[in-house]
């Protein structure tokens, strides 16, 4: 198979698909690989990078797309992407379909074959190739918060870790998952009082074994408005496979929250768990609602694009050697991860 690592255009994104030594992998199996020239530069890959393991470069995206039979890449296909895809290319990447329905129906009528990175499912109900990148977006999420509670930053002026006469920052974390896991573990790290929500009893328990600082609590709605309107920096990290996020948060409990406090919602990508929040970029990455800062940047991980494509790929080669093995046999995690085929919904949460 013909596989192409197409430059990622998203405001701000410096990740690439497969860092050079993944791509050889490909090689190795008997497959040809080709890389738009530059793709993997922000990365810290160069193209002799790849070239010296057996990747071709091609210089542009038109023939990127027009030599591939796989299209493997990091995020969304947006603008003039969506004009180069044919209905002959299998695309594989991260898509977050439930929240984009115009990018489903003209998916569906290019009548490719598209499978989402994030609901690639194991029988255990893993998320293999999401977990990297949530692992990654809960670390950047306390990160981003304690600068963001900089009064330079708008915010309230708190440290999370409290210094001798003064009180604990407090965190409020909304899902006990990778993403939200991460974030605790920082977090407490940190010294912050943290409170995380979680329906398993199982994530509560590993939860506060993290350190006498984290409480883990049931998703109780009254217990949910008491711990946001107390927030210093509020998390959302609700994951449904493939569904929007519900809104755990809604706009009254926002108003109620202290002046200077910051909002971060992982699954804004997904729609969303606090209702004020909106989608943001890099480049302007904050917006204000009842003086609470909100940062919804849908892709997070861009930012630290060389450890990002480092884990990212790792997950990612043994199912894309798969793929590539046998495009039409899909084993059930890749089966799992077809959202569209030949302009049909095919994932039942996007149905």
């Given at each position: ?337 077809v959202n569209i085929d030949a302009g049909v919904i095919i994932h039942p949460a996007?149905?």
């Amino acid at each position: 198979m013909r596989v192409g690592i197409p430059k990622e255009i998203k405001l701000k994104e410096g990740r690439v698909a497969l860092i050079p030594e993944a791509a050889a992998q490909l090689v190795l199996h008997g497959h040809q690989v080709y890389i738009q020239s530059q793709a993997g530069i922000i990365s810290g890959y160069s193209d002799d990078d790849y070239s010296e393991l057996g990747i071709h470069i091609v210089p542009d995206a038109p023939a990127l797309y027009d030599v591939a039979q796989i299209i493997v890449k990091v995020k969304e296909p947006i603008g003039p992407e969506l004009s180069l895809l044919k209905k002959e290319h299998i695309l594989f990447s991260y898509l977050h379909l439930a929240a984009l329905p115009d990018l489903i129906q003209r998916l569906c009528d290019i009548g490719l074959k598209a499978i989402a990175f994030e609901t690639v499912e194991m029988g255990d109900g893993k998320l293999p190739l999401l977990a990297p990148m949530s692992d990654i977006a809960g670390r950047l999420s306390v990160q981003i918060g304690t600068h963001l509670l900089h009064t330079s930053m708008g915010g309230k002026g708190v440290l999370l870790g409290g210094v001798p006469a003064a009180p604990r920052g407090k965190v409020v974390i909304l899902g006990g998952g990778m993403a939200g896991g991460n974030a605790a573990h920082v977090a407490a790290g940190l010294g912050a009082e943290v409170v995380v929500f979680d329906r398993s009893r199982e994530k509560m328990e590993a939860l506060r074994n993290i350190g006498h600082n984290v409480t883990a609590l049931y998703p109780h709605q009254a217990s949910i408005q008491k711990q946001v309107r107390e927030a210093d920096l509020l998390i959302g990290a609700v994951l449904v496979v493939g569904e929007r996020a519900p809104h755990l948060v809604s706009e009254n409990d926002v108003q109620q929250m202290q002046a200077g406090s910051v909002i971060i919602d992982i699954s804004v990508d997904q729609g969303g768990c606090i209702e004020t929040t909106r989608p943001t970029s890099y480049e302007d990455p904050t917006f204000q609602r009842y003086g609470v800062t909100h940062f919804g940047v849908t892709n997070m991980p861009g930012s630290v694009p060389r450890t990002a494509s480092q884990s990212l790929s790792a997950s990612l080669i043994p199912f894309l050697i798969e793929l590539a093995d046998s495009p039409d046999k899909l084993s059930q995690p890749l089966q799992a991860g077809v959202n569209i085929d030949a302009g049909v919904i095919i994932h039942p949460a996007l149905k």
